[in-house]
């Protein structure tokens, strides 16, 4: 919980409605005030604006987190600690760190037990009473969440465009890259899904959401009841198979969620696993409780996709070759996962894992 710090919290109705603007504009606006601030961590996106924005604000550097073999970036909490700035601007308030053992939300509360005010981001599907509405009402599934009380804790502004602008943007490429505008217009992005996560979002902020959030589902003729989330393993019948298998059934139990492997018959792929090496992953899925299925599908990203929106998965996670002769050739799976899933977390599981 914050403790002498005041937080401030810029809280988007959906992706791309303009909270880091936002954030960063505040941050300027006190910069210029005499304020001591300094950017401890920001997702501009490589959008113009946002770019622009974060203009001559002093950043810390990013650390390294190494995981699975790999370096990720991630806010340098000690660097950021030993600054003394007066304010600083942390981006992604719901990130966790790769291995789920830190959240980004506990580093914030860190900062402010400190003494320092804190600027941050977090989507409305990223709360935890509200993301299980957004999941069902987007099909996207649950992503990572921040408690509700933690937000409360100190002022909270909505940040919000009607659902015409936000596409408009999207559109135009304002808020994804070129390659990932269908997608997410298709899905995520349609007109009524923004429409109903800017009301859960206002919801929210007046504390109706156990009313507007169960009118909303009814809307759509789901149920009120919530349902438990889905850790969605596509496997192609590789080597490495059974460490993505694994790895989606330790996230599983991290997450409290049930396991559905999912085995995508591509009519456009290579030559199909053998019966016996499906048969194996069959019968470690079962054993560890969880779900089995083959699915047919021209491509497997699209069928593993559409599995994943059915069901409201939490997290898909999918192996990806050593060499990268396939993925130029037809493109990585978890790339276009990505597009056809913005808004659910994925982990890829290396050859070499």
Known sequence: MAGSGQLTTFLGTAPGVGKTYAMLTEGRRRAEAGERVVVGWVEHHDRPDTVAQLGDLEVIPAGRVNYRGHDFEEMDLPAVMASGADLVIVD???H???????????????????????????NVANLVSARDYAARITGAGTVESVPDEFVRSGEVVLVDLPADVLRRRIAAGLVYSADRVGGALAEYFRA?????????GKAWLEGT????????????????????????????????SEAVIRRAMALACEDDADLLVVHARSTDGPVRPKADALDRYRHLTEEMGGSYSEVDGERPAPAIAEVARTRGASRVVVGRHRSRLAELARGSVARQLHRLLPGTPLEEVHETS
Do not use: C, F, H
């Open 192 to 200: 009524a899904n923004l429409e109903a996560l800017s009301e859960l």
């Open 92 to 94: 992604e308030l719901a």
């Open 209 to 240: 959401l156990d009313q507007v959030g169960p009118e909303l589902l009814s809307r759509r003729g789901l149920t009120s009841e919530p349902s438990r989330p889905v850790v969605v393993a596509g496997v192609s019948g590789s080597a490495w």
């Open 96 to 122: 966790s760190l790769p291995d789920g053992s830190r959240k980004r939300w506990a580093d914030v509360g860190d900062l402010l037990t400190g003494g320092t005010d804190i600027l941050t981001t977090v």
